[in-house]
């Protein structure tokens, strides 16, 4: 049966997800990391997005 498109809520803004393609670019982009960085940080952190915030923001500063 399909989603209904009238029952919304935020329970997935907090989190990433590796297999939509737009999720990884917009947050590629959004930190100032390759797409690359962004499925090896999930794989690494999980899926919660402050916890990428942050691994994004520690591995910008290593460079």
Do not use: C, H, P, W
């Not at 049966?1 to 803004?13: C, E, G, L």
Request: charged share 45%; no cysteine; aromatic share 6%.
């Amino acid at each position: 049966m399909a989603d209904d498109k009238n029952k919304r809520d935020f329970r997935d803004r907090n989190r990433v997800s590796a297999d939509e393609v737009y999720e990884v670019e917009y947050f590629a982009r959004e930190n100032a990391v390759t797409i690359e960085q962004v499925r090896e940080l999930i794989k690494a952190n999980g899926n919660d997005r402050e916890a990428l915030i942050e691994a994004a923001r520690v591995l910008r500063e290593r460079k």
